[in-house]
C-alpha cells in the first residue's frame, strides 16, 4: 500500500485539530440529536454516547498527542549480519486497511482513527447507528482534513450498513480488509469473529475482579474499591467483583462498612449467601452465569474465598481477562497473584481504572486487547503495527 510522509500525516492531523475546534457546534449538535433519537434502556450505552464540549477537548488533545508522538512506521526493531553475509533487519509496517466496528462512543470516530491513520492504515469506521449523525459530522471533517492536504478520503470512510449487510460485507468484504477490531460487549466481538475472514483483534469485555486479602489495609480497600466500581461505571475497566478472604480480621465488620460506602453512591450489592447477612439490601446471585456478567452499571457482586490460591481460581474461571487487583500488604503475595492471574494488567493496590493508554503511559489508545497474540492492553501508536523482514544479499542463494 502507499506509504504517506510523517510530514504527509501530521499535516493531516494538524488541519484536523483546526476543523474539529472550528466544527465543534456541528458535533455537538449532531450529538444532541441522536441522544434525543435514542430509545434504549441502556443507561451505559447512552452514557458512551454522550459528547459534551470537554470531550471534544479531549478528541482534539488526543489528536495532538499522537501528531507529537514518533511514526511508527519503518523502525528497526532488530538487524544483524549472518555468517553466511546475509544482512536482514526487521521493520515495523502498516497493517493495511483496518476496520474499527464499536457501538455508541463516537470519540472512537476521532481517536481510533487517528492511531491508525499515523501508523498508514486505511480506516474503515462501522458505528453504531446510535451515534450515525455524530459520526458522520466527525468522518466529514476528517475528509475535509485529507482534501486540504492533497489525499484522498478513502482514507477514512464511514460504514453505515445493517445487521444482515454488516454480516454479509464481513464474510464477503467489497475492498481487502487485514485487520478488524470489535470494540464492544461480548454479542459484538462473538458475531465479528463468527463471520470475519481475516484477523481479529479482541478488545475483551471487563468483569473485573478485586481479592481482599486479609493483610489487606482497609484504607487502601475503600478507597480502591470504591474508584473502581464508581468512577466511569460504563468503562471497561470498572470493577464488577470483589473477592474476600474469609480469614480477613473482624470480617464482618469491614464488609459491612465496605458495602454502605456503595450503597452510599447508589451501588447495587450481590452477594453469595456467606456473605448475604452481613451485605444490607444485598441481594443473593441468582445463578453462576451472573460471575461471567461484564456489568457496565452501578452493580457489585461479592464473593467469599479461601486463600490467594482460591480468589486466583476463580478469577481465572470468571474474569474478561482485562483487569484484576489484589489488596494485601505482602509483596510476595502479590507477586503471586500478579504474576498467576490470566489478565492484561494486574495490579497491587490500586484501581483497576488506570487500565486506559492515557493513564497508562502509552497515549491514545485503540482499545484495550485481551488477546494474547500481537499484543496484549492498551493499544496505542506503538502497538498498532505489524513488521516484516528486509534481506539484503549479494546474489545468494541458498
Not at 441522544?35 to 495532538?64: C, N, P, W
Not at 500481537?374 to 544479499?393: A, M, W
Request: charged share 25%; hydrophobic share 40%.
Amino acid at each position: 500500500m502507499e506509504l504517506l510522509t510523517t510530514t504527509e500525516k501530521n499535516s493531516v492531523l494538524a488541519s484536523m485539530i483546526t476543523i474539529i475546534g472550528d466544527r465543534r457546534k456541528d458535533i455537538l449538535n449532531a450529538n444532541q440529536q441522536d441522544r434525543d433519537a435514542f430509545t434504549r434502556h441502556d443507561g451505559a450505552l447512552y452514557e458512551r454516547l454522550a459528547v459534551d464540549s470537554a470531550k471534544v477537548d479531549g478528541m482534539i488533545q488526543a489528536i495532538r498527542t499522537v501528531k507529537n508522538q514518533p511514526d511508527p512506521i519503518g523502525q528497526v526493531r532488530s538487524s544483524g549480519v549472518l555468517d553466511n553475509g546475509l544482512r536482514i533487519e526487521n521493520r515495523t509496517a502498516p497493517f493495511g486497511t483496518i476496520l474499527i466496528i464499536y457501538e455508541s462512543r463516537p470519540d472512537v470516530t476521532v481517536e481510533a482513527a487517528v492511531l491508525a491513520f499515523k501508523a498508514n492504515n486505511k480506516i474503515l469506521l462501522k458505528g453504531g447507528k446510535e451515534a450515525l449523525r455524530t459520526n458522520r459530522v466527525l468522518v466529514d471533517c476528517w475528509h475535509q482534513a485529507l482534501a486540504e492536504n492533497g489525499l484522498s478520503t478513502n482514507w477514512i470512510q464511514l460504514i453505515t450498513l445493517d445487521r444482515q449487510a454488516t454480516r454479509d460485507f464481513l464474510k464477503n468484504p467489497s475492498q481487502p480488509i487485514d485487520l478488524i477490531v470489535p470494540r464492544g460487549g461480548e454479542q459484538l466481538i462473538r458475531f465479528v469473529k463468527e463471520h470475519a475472514q481475516c484477523a481479529v483483534l479482541v478488545s475483551g469485555r471487563g468483569n473485573n475482579f478485586a481479592y481482599i486479602a486479609p493483610d489487606a489495609d482497609w484504607d487502601h480497600v475503600m478507597s480502591v474499591i470504591l474508584n473502581a466500581k464508581t468512577d466511569k461505571v460504563s468503562a471497561c475497566n470498572a470493577l464488577d467483583k470483589v473477592l474476600v478472604d474469609e480469614a480477613t480480621p473482624e470480617l464482618q465488620l469491614r464488609v459491612k462498612e465496605l458495602g454502605a460506602a456503595l450503597r452510599a453512591q447508589s451501588v447495587q450489592l450481590l452477594a453469595d449467601k456467606t456473605l448475604l447477612p452481613m451485605l444490607e439490601g444485598a441481594v443473593p446471585i441468582a445463578d453462576e452465569s451472573v460471575w461471567y456478567e461484564e456489568f457496565l452499571a452501578p452493580k457489585i457482586c461479592f464473593g467469599r474465598v479461601a486463600g490467594v490460591e482460591a480468589a486466583i481460581d476463580t478469577i481465572n474461571r470468571y474474569s474478561g481477562g482485562h483487569s484484576a487487583v489484589i489488596l494485601t500488604a505482602d509483596e510476595r503475595k502479590a507477586f503471586v497473584f500478579m504474576e498467576q492471574v490470566d489478565s492484561a494488567a494486574v495490579y497491587h493496590n490500586a484501581s483497576t481504572r488506570f487500565t486506559d493508554g492515557g493513564a497508562m503511559g502509552v497515549g491514545a489508545e485503540l482499545a484495550i486487547s485481551t488477546d494474547k497474540l500481537h499484543h496484549r492492553g492498551p493499544l496505542g501508536l506503538e502497538q498498532l503495527v505489524t513488521n516484516k523482514y528486509y534481506v539484503y544479499g549479494d546474489g545468494h542463494i541458498r
